[in-house]
C-alpha cells in the first residue's frame, strides 16, 4: 500500500529523522485522502520502524559509530587503573 509513496516517506524521514509515524500518516492523508485514513497508522509506524533500523544497521555496519567515539588504548586504560590503584 506504502509502494507508490516509499521514495517520498524516505525523503521526508531524511529531511527529518526526528519525524513521527503520526506526522507522516498527517501528510500521506493530505496527499491521497481517499487511500489513507486514520486506520492506517500502525501501518505507518511500521513503515518509519523499517527506515530506522535500516539506518541505523547502515551506521553500525558501515563503522560510522567508531569513528565518532573517542577509544582509548587498552595500555592507557591499563595505566589508568594502576595509578588509582596506587593512590
Known amino acids: 500500500m506504502l ?3 516509499e ?3 524516505r525523503a521526508w524521514l531524511e529531511a527529518d529523522p ?3 509515524a503520526a506526522e ?3 501528510r500521506l492523508m493530505s496527499a491521497d485522502p481517499s487511500r489513507f485514513t486514520k486506520k492506517n497508522e500502525r501501518l505507518a509506524q511500521k513503515a518509519v ?3 530506522r533500523a535500516e539506518i541505523i544497521g547502515q551506521i553500525i555496519l558501515g563503522g560510522e559509530w567508531m569513528k565518532s567515539a573517542a577509544i582509548s588504548s587498552p595500555a592507557a586504560a591499563g595505566e589508568d587503573i594502576a595509578h588509582l590503584m596506587t593512590a
Open 3 to 5: 509502494d507508490p509513496f
Open 7 to 9: 521514495a517520498q516517506i
Open 18 to 20: 526526528a519525524m513521527s
Open 24 to 26: 507522516i500518516l498527517q
Open 49 to 51: 520502524k523499517a527506515w
